[in-house]
């Protein structure tokens, strides 16, 4: 079964930090750019970060830049996304996705142009 599993979520402080993790099940992440998207409560779902195929960079969206960083472990077929200096804000369902249509990031999360999605984690900022 071709998909995706995030994990790492939990509950953290204001100010902290965590790292989620979003790894490939049946197919190889690095063949595909990989978006980080969440959801927050009544909210609809917004992409906030993308790691293209190979060294084809990447991107975040104004409200995680600087605090957010995206990578790849190519050896460990998994794409991480490291949270620093996190808000209550930041609460939500993080998901991880393939953009099948491209190898690069675009420069906007069009969600249907994204499959193999996971189930997702929680993320809870708290004091």
């Known amino acids: 079964q071709v998909q995706v599993v995030e994990s790492g979520g939990g509950l953290v402080q204001p100010g902290g930090s965590l790292r989620l993790s979003c790894a490939g099940a049946?197919?190889?992440?690095?063949?595909?750019?990989i978006g980080w998207f969440r959801q927050a409560p009544g909210k609809e779902r917004e992409g906030i970060s993308c790691?293209?195929?190979?060294?084809?960079?990447?991107s975040y969206a104004d409200s995680v830049k600087g605090r957010f960083t995206i990578s790849r472990d190519n050896a460990k077929n998994t794409v991480y996304l490291q949270m620093i200096e996190v808000k209550p804000e930041d609460s939500g369902i993080y998901y991880c996705?393939?953009?099948?249509?491209?190898?690069?990031?675009?420069?906007?999360?069009?969600?249907?142009?994204?499959?193999?999605w996971g189930q997702g984690t929680q993320v809870t900022v708290s004091p």
């Open positions: 996705a393939a953009n099948l249509m491209r190898t690069m990031c675009p420069g906007t999360y069009n969600q249907w142009e994204y499959g193999y």
């Open positions: 049946g197919f190889t992440l690095d063949d595909y750019a």
């Open positions: 790691i293209g195929s190979g060294r084809l960079g990447t």
